[in-house]
């Protein structure tokens, strides 16, 4: 997102309130609740839940709002290190838990590259936890990287890159591994040319220069439950854009 302050002086949140979803995830917040106005912190009609750094500020963060009460809410996953970024959220619901979760970029120098590969480990772990305890799943968000040549516009370009290192795709693989399933790509398995970020810096967006690095999985029983899911390339205010799913 780059910041909800930015995208709400850009519209962004006016979007959010007309199409007036039953719960809406975003990423890259860059801020603690205590710096947005009421309405945006407490919009009317949702319950609101944040998770930020604890340390750096305008880092990281990301939010959920939602018309229904969670029974319960978790904030992290249980790794302090990984944690102090502020980058999860689990809501419990009856039918099901909704994670929203901003991944690490793996940029930036080996390092930030291993602590990506851990925070990776360290989410399915948490998630398979969950499944093994009885419940359905869905996760979503920017999970940073491209799964396959076809996610991204230029692949063999960026085959040495961040967001497309064999290692951080084989992370996804992993992930399908585990029976949880890519909505967007199960229901449009040949679909090209859909994407969900692109470099502003390029005026990538405009060529449609982009990558698909923006998810929703969900445990098989979910599935079932799915009747659409749709790329909103045409939202803007961000440069990615938003994921709609629908279910029944």
């Not at 002086?9 to 947005?36: A, R, V």
């Not at 009421?38 to 009609?45: A, D, F, I, L, S």
């Not at 609101?48 to 904030?75: L, N, Q, T």
Request: with cysteine.
């Amino acid at each position: 997102m780059n910041g909800l302050r930015a995208n709400v002086k850009k519209g962004g949140f006016d979007w959010f309130l007309n199409e007036s979803p039953d719960m809406y995830c975003i990423q890259e917040t860059k801020c603690h609740p205590e710096q947005l106005e009421e309405g945006v912190r407490n919009p009317p009609g949702y319950h609101s839940y944040f998770d930020h750094s604890r340390g750096r500020k305008g880092y990281s963060g990301v939010a959920i709002f939602s018309k229904i009460k969670p029974e319960k809410v978790e904030y992290a996953l249980g790794v302090p290190e990984i944690d102090q970024e502020g980058r999860f959220l689990a809501l419990f619901f009856k039918e099901f838990v909704l994670i929203n979760t901003y991944f690490p970029n793996g940029g930036g120098g080996p390092e930030r590259l291993a602590f990506k590969l851990r925070y990776y480990d360290e989410f399915l772990k948490y998630v398979n936890g969950l499944v093994r305890k009885g419940h359905e799943v869905i996760f979503c968000g920017d999970i940073n990287t491209a799964h396959t040549a076809i996610d991204l516009a230029r692949p063999k370009e960026n085959e040495a890159n961040t967001g497309f290192l064999p290692i951080e795709r084989a992370w996804l693989d992993d992930v399908v591994a585990h029976a949880y399933i890519d909505v967007f790509r199960h229901f449009n398995p040949d679909t090209t040319g859909a994407y969900t970020y692109w470099d502003m810096k390029t005026f990538a967006r405009e060529r449609n220069v982009g990558w698909r690095i923006d998810y929703f999985f969900v445990t098989p029983e979910i599935l079932k439950k799915v009747e659409k899911i749709r790329i909103l390339d045409q939202v803007l205010g961000s440069d990615h854009c938003p994921i709609e799913l629908i279910l029944r």
